[in-house]
């Protein structure tokens, strides 16, 4: 579970003027993790390998030697375990309670006139471990890195059994040595246990994350970091630089700044994220040709075809009852209505909402469209519309309201386009721009998964000037 939330918050770490994305966990978002923190330590502490314990006998009237081997953990109760900030830019941690119990073999040399082996077991119960570990989030590469400073641990209690032996007072001279060997046995190995999983295994997935991730159909998402977190008395905070374009190209559109305000409401965390990103999607996708759509007679299963037919009955609306020389030249035809972008796409978040703009060339072709080289006509159209983020099924998701189209002539072969046309033609237009928004959006994106936590979907989204804000508690997926 630690691992969770370190790796959450190391993933945000560069400039504030540079940020496109900051992440902030509060810390109601570190006792969440605190909650559930021993999870990892039942796990890991299973595991220690504990070494050959070997020390020498001093005292009576001869020497000897006392190896401690297959020592080995039998039980294991974790201790809670509280999470703290460490400012300016670190996470503390902190136990206290739980037990171990302990079961190993001892073998013994005592050498007076002659040597004299024994042997016997060994059992331990250790009560109360206290620790102490401070870790600050420093940059490697561009990329997060984990430094564990120094780790104390004390057990408040140790109750150490030497059985077995068949001289009881070879025993004796050695039982105060072993029980304090085994003492700070336990004490340097949890100590090291925990240093080697949240630096070794947290430092190894934080290096092994790629700065450019193919997320779909070539587009990838890249990030960088550059700058530790900043961590306070209620929160740690990062920045990072992210942006998601198509294949190698990149964007180099100005990046506004984001307020640090987050209202009154107790949330876990709290994400900002810049418009900067999706208009550098747009900007990408625009450059490579790859926002267009086609309306012809089997869109939204045939919604528009007899609109788009050259011929139709008297009592019929078609496009042929607007322009003849379609219904002369082209009979029982249909018109394809090719649309791309004349311009890059612009989203706009203020805090009023967030809404998208796009200029649209809009080309009448005699279906298929692809066997036809000249456009019948050419149509501009200016559509706007407006977002309603939201978070549904674990993805960034949405709703669109107040779609606008305005529909002018550019040029026509077949003849100037009434104001009855254009409005119909615009309605077509709104119709399709929701069918293929509300299809985009209900795909969404997918929030990632650290070790199975992310976003509850009652996140309230707030929008500001350049940027949405997510104010949001975690769950368990």
């Known amino acids: 579970m630690c691992l969770r939330w370190l790796i959450f918050v190391s993933l945000a770490c560069i400039t504030s003027q540079q940020s496109t994305?900051?992440?902030?966990?509060?810390?109601?978002?570190?006792?969440?993790?605190?909650?559930?923190?021993?999870?990892?330590l039942e796990h890991e502490v299973r595991k220690i390998d504990f070494p050959q314990i070997s020390f020498p006998i001093t005292r009576g009237p001869g020497t000897g030697i006392v190896n401690v081997t297959n020592l080995k953990i039998g039980q294991f109760t974790s201790p809670n375990i509280q999470l703290k900030l460490a400012p300016p830019n670190g996470i503390g941690w902190k136990t206290e309670g739980g037990s171990v119990k302990l079961v190993g073999d001892w073998q013994a040399v005592y050498k007076l006139l002659v040597p004299i082996s024994t042997s016997g077991y060994v059992k331990a119960s250790a009560v109360d471990i206290r620790t102490v570990l401070q870790a600050d989030i420093d940059v490697d590469g561009r990329r997060p890195q984990l430094n564990i400073?120094?780790?104390?641990?004390?057990?408040?209690?140790?109750?150490?059994?030497?059985?077995?032996?068949?001289?009881?007072?070879?025993?004796?001279?050695?039982?105060?040595?072993l029980s304090a060997l085994v003492r700070e046995e336990i004490r340097s190995q949890l100590c090291i246990t925990l240093q080697t999983v949240l630096l070794e295994k947290v430092n190894e997935i934080l290096h092994s994350l790629p700065t450019h991730i193919q997320i779909a159909n070539n587009f990838f998402l890249n990030y960088r970091c550059e700058e530790k977190p900043l961590s306070t008395n209620s929160f740690i905070e990062g920045e990072m630089y992210s942006d998601i374009v198509y294949e190698n190209t990149t964007c180099d559109l100005p990046i506004r700044y984001m307020d640090h305000e987050v209202g009154r409401a107790k949330y876990m965390t709290h994400i900002w994220v810049s418009d900067h990103i999706p208009n550098c999607l747009l900007l990408s996708a625009h450059s490579a040709s790859l926002l267009n759509f086609i309306i012809d007679k089997n869109f939204d299963k045939g919604k528009f075809k007899s609109l788009l037919s050259t011929s139709c009955s008297f009592i019929s609306l078609c496009i042929g009852r607007f322009f003849p020389i379609l219904r002369e030249h082209y009979p029982n035809e249909f018109v394809d209505l090719r649309f791309n972008t004349a311009d890059t796409p612009n989203v706009a978040i203020v805090p009023s909402g967030v809404s998208i703009n796009v200029l649209l060339d809009v080309d009448l072709f005699i279906s298929p469209w692809t066997e036809h080289k000249d456009a019948l006509a050419r149509l501009a159209a200016n559509i706007s519309f407006d977002v309603l983020p939201s978070i549904l099924n674990k993805s960034l998701t949405g709703t669109i309201e107040n779609v606008t189209v305005v529909i002018v002539e550019v040029k026509s072969i077949i003849g100037h386009l009434n104001q009855r046309f254009i409005a119909i033609l615009e309605t077509l237009t709104r119709d399709a721009i929701e069918v293929l928004a509300i299809s985009a959006l209900r795909v969404g994106i997918h929030l990632p998964l650290v070790d199975n936590v992310t976003l509850a979907d009652d996140a309230h989204i707030v929008s500001g000037q350049g940027f949405i804000r997510i104010d949001s508690d975690f769950i368990y997926q």
Do not use: Y
Request: proline share 4%; aromatic share 8%; net charge negative.
């Open 21 to 40: 994305i900051r992440v902030r966990l509060t810390n109601k978002g570190l006792h969440f993790f605190s909650d559930e923190g021993h999870h990892i």
């Open 149 to 177: 400073g120094a780790c104390s641990m004390d057990v408040q209690g140790v109750d150490v059994i030497v059985g077995g032996g068949v001289l009881p007072w070879i025993v004796n001279l050695f039982r105060p040595e």
